[in-house]
């Protein structure tokens, strides 16, 4: 929206500014987080009065059984402020932009249903039904993966996913495309899901991983930088940097409040649709392998109720972990659920800088 302001430079030269990309991305993200500050407060007092609380399931830790009652759906906050932010400072007319924005929405409204139905059954096993859910998400990851199947980011180099650190690698997925973008996306959009256990883990995860794909956004829609790092060059895709901006800050201002002890918790209305952002930056930046490193985090949360299900169900009840996800194996194991949460911040931030020296090691 603002971005039609610099067609009047000529008129008034300080509306130049709204053309360049990292200015319109410094705005999305102090709007976000403002916006997530100012309403934060009345939201949360207005979920209370609703009485929208959390239910919390009784084969979790102990010590979580005391969170029950906290306001959840807190995911509307954060889509309020992703969604607000990027409609003011993104170009509309941008497709990446576009499949962002109906990403959040569709999944954030399957999230919806789902927590609204938990609150209503008084149970957190009263939503929607794991195949159904499962369903809803498989024909979003399709529609999609069409998408970019038939037009893809780079039509010189679809269909391809390339190689971290090596140079010019890339292995052709051809029929397996749709398949190999069906697992990316509701990959990270489940992963995500099954981080958010602890007070501030998944928003303050998500920063990283948000402002870690604004800076390969940027660079894969830049020419003249894609070309001398060797990234696959990805037309209209810098404007994902103003998205990628905005949902790091509304997770920052989220993450004021779900700080422990959390006020409020996102819920599946918020998981979902941040989970599923990021698998879309993935897509569209070609970038999807440097997903699973910078969101490294994510990925161990989602690999260890993998393997603990199946360990439970071919070694005849035997666990691999004290308890799934990996967050409460550790709370388990005696440590307390804020040194659980600041650990895995900075393995998320390990894992960015790892990221980013993939830019230079080509």
């Not at 256990?197 to 928003?203: E, F």
Request: charge should be positive.
């Amino acid at each position: 929206m603002l971005y039609t302001l610099a067609q009047w430079r000529d008129a008034f030269s300080p509306f130049n500014v709204f053309q360049y990309i990292t200015f319109r991305a410094g705005g999305a993200f102090l709007t976000a987080l403002a916006l997530c500050l100012l309403f934060g407060g009345p939201f949360i007092a207005a979920l209370k009065r609703a009485r929208m609380q959390q239910y919390i399931r009784e084969y979790g830790p102990e010590s979580h059984l005391k969170k029950s009652g906290t306001p959840t759906m807190g995911g509307l906050l954060i889509l309020f402020a992703l969604l607000g932010s990027t409609a003011l400072w993104a170009r509309l007319d941008n497709r990446f932009i576009l499949l962002a924005l109906g990403t959040c929405v569709y999944l954030g409204a399957l999230g919806f249903v789902d927590d609204y139905r938990k609150w209503l059954k008084r149970h957190p096993a009263g939503g929607l039904t794991e195949n159904l859910k499962m369903g809803a998400m498989v024909v979003w990851a399709l529609a999609v993966g069409s998408y970019f199947y038939f037009s893809p980011p780079n039509a010189e180099f679809a269909h391809r996913v390339f190689i971290p650190y090596a140079k010019g690698v890339s292995i052709p997925l051809h029929g397996f495309y749709l398949s190999f973008a069906l697992i990316v996306l509701v990959g990270a959009s489940n992963a995500v899901n099954l981080t958010d256990g602890l007070d501030g883990l998944a928003p303050g995860t998500l920063v990283v991983s948000a402002l870690s794909f604004a800076m390969f956004a940027y660079l894969a829609g830049h020419a003249k930088l894609s070309a001398y790092l060797r990234l696959v060059p990805v037309p209209g895709a810098g404007e994902l940097t103003v998205f990628l901006a905005a949902l790091g800050g509304a997770c920052l201002g989220f993450l004021w409040f779900n700080a422990h002890p959390a006020e409020i918790f996102m819920g599946d209305t918020g998981s979902l649709p941040l989970g599923g952002a990021l698998g879309l930056a993935a897509l569209s930046l070609q970038q999807e392998l440097i997903l699973v490193i910078v969101g490294g985090v994510f990925v161990a949360e989602a690999m260890s109720v993998i393997l603990q299900i199946g360990s439970v169900r071919l070694r005849k009840g035997r666990r691999v972990f004290r308890m799934a996800p990996l967050h409460h194996h550790f709370e388990v194991g005696g440590l307390p659920e804020t040194k659980v949460t600041i650990r895995f911040w900075i393995a998320a931030i390990v894992l960015a800088l790892i990221a980013m020296t993939s830019l230079k090691i080509r």
